[in-house]
Each structure stands twice: as C-alpha cells, then as structure tokens.
C-alpha cells in the first residue's frame, strides 16, 4: 500500500495565484484531513472530511476550499494565495469516524507539501 | 478549549543519554494522547499512545505515562540513539478522532 500520497512536494506560487494541492489515500480510510505546519506553532487543523460529500472547518480555514468527491482524494485549494500561506501542509487520514473508541485511533500522514508564496 | 504544551527546543544530548520532554494539557473529560514523531523530510508517524488515566504506552525504548493528576504525558528513553533525532510531537483527541491537537513539537538532536 502507498499510505498517503501527497503532490506536489514543492511549490512556490506569486501572491493572487491559485492551486490545488492534492491528497490520496488507498486505505480506504472514511476521515481525512488537511494540518498546516509552522514553526512554533504545530500542527493546525484546516479542513477535514468524515467521508464522500462531507467537510467541516477546522481551527484555520480562512483562504482555503475542500471537497470530497471520492473516499479516495481530499484536494485543498488556494483560491488566492498569500504570504501567510507560506507553510509545509500535510494531509493525514484515518478509520476514525468519531464515537469515544475512535479517539484511540491513529493518523496516517504524508510527506507533506512546501509551499512558498512570493 | 483544548490545548496542548510542550517544552521549547530544540533539545541537545549525546548518545546514550536519558531523554524527557514535557507534555502537559488543557482538556475537558477523558482525551486520547499521543506522541507523535516526524523525521527528517517525512510526514508525522505515531510514536505511541494512551487512552486512560494511568496507562503507559510505550514503543522503541519510549514510554510516556497518562498523569490526569498533573494533566501530564511526558515522554522519556532510558539511552537515546543518533536515529532518535526528530521533532516530536504531543497530541490529544477529545473529539472522536475529527480534530486531534497538537503542540508545537520539540526538535532533538542527539550527537554521537
């Protein structure tokens, strides 16, 4: 199995430009989601997707889209960059669909994704 | 709301050495925790965990206790290795696996 394939591993966007980073897990794996990474500051939850159809926000969401046509892929799209999204993001999936016994359970990460807005 | 503190980096020590990093929390009722460690160039993988007051989790020569008396989950190693050199993450769930939460991590570095 891949895990958790994250594309592309580096990008450098101009301010006012726009892309999807991409995210796909053959798992089968109903949660998914998108953290940002920042020094000093962890992990930040952006997005995230209890299945197919289904997104809710996380602590960040502001200048960020998901959706979720497929079990499989979890796409996070910059409608318009800015220098505050310079990050490293990284998609994580998981079998948790929420209950007490799924707070037991673990996420699976990519590599991430280096993203520079000029 | 929730929360998660760890100790600043980044942490020196030399082989062999013994190794704590400090993880206290913020949480209503009973989270999940986590530790949580990402090396070089990869994506976080996790390290170990516990889900009640009192449990120990343990994995690789790490252990980390669930304090609920302290609100604490530190993680030690008897004897650190070179390739124990990461950043490491504390984490805690209280939300059925939807929104796990981490601190900002602390970076080890271990010389041989």
């Known amino acids: 199995n891949a895990g958790v394939t994250q594309t592309p591993k580096f990008q450098v966007l101009k301010t006012g430009q726009s892309m999807t980073l991409q995210c796909a897990q053959d798992?089968?794996?109903?949660?998914m989601s998108w953290y940002r990474q920042d020094p000093g500051m962890g992990l930040r939850l952006i997005h995230y997707s209890v299945g197919a159809g289904i997104t809710d926000q996380g602590e960040v969401p502001n200048g960020y889209n998901v959706s979720r046509s497929t079990t499989e892929d979890f796409p996070l799209r910059l409608l318009s960059a800015a220098p505050s999204q310079t990050s490293v993001y990284f998609c994580?999936?998981?079998?948790?669909?929420?209950?007490?016994?799924?707070?037991?359970?673990?996420?699976?990460f990519g590599s991430g994704t280096q993203l520079s807005v000029l | 709301g929730d929360s998660v503190t760890q100790m600043e980096g980044p942490v020196t020590l030399s082989e062999e050495a013994f190794l704590t990093i400090n993880c206290t929390y913020t949480?209503?009722?009973?989270?999940?925790l986590f530790w949580y460690v990402q090396y070089p160039g990869e994506g976080l993988q996790l390290l170990l965990k516990a889900t009640k007051a009192d449990d120990k989790g343990s994995n690789k020569g790490f252990e980390a206790t669930y304090r609920k008396e302290t609100t604490s989950f530190h993680l030690e190693k008897g004897s650190v290795q070179v390739s124990d050199s990461a950043v490491y993450f504390c984490?805690?769930?209280?939300?059925?696996?939807?929104?796990?939460?981490f601190g900002a991590g602390t970076r080890l570095f271990v010389k041989a």
């Open positions: 984490a805690l769930d209280n939300t059925g696996g939807f929104k796990t939460i």
């Open positions: 994580a999936s998981s079998y948790s669909l929420g209950g007490r016994a799924a707070t037991n359970e673990k996420l699976f």
């Open positions: 798992m089968n794996h109903e949660y």
């Open positions: 949480a209503t009722g009973y989270p999940s």
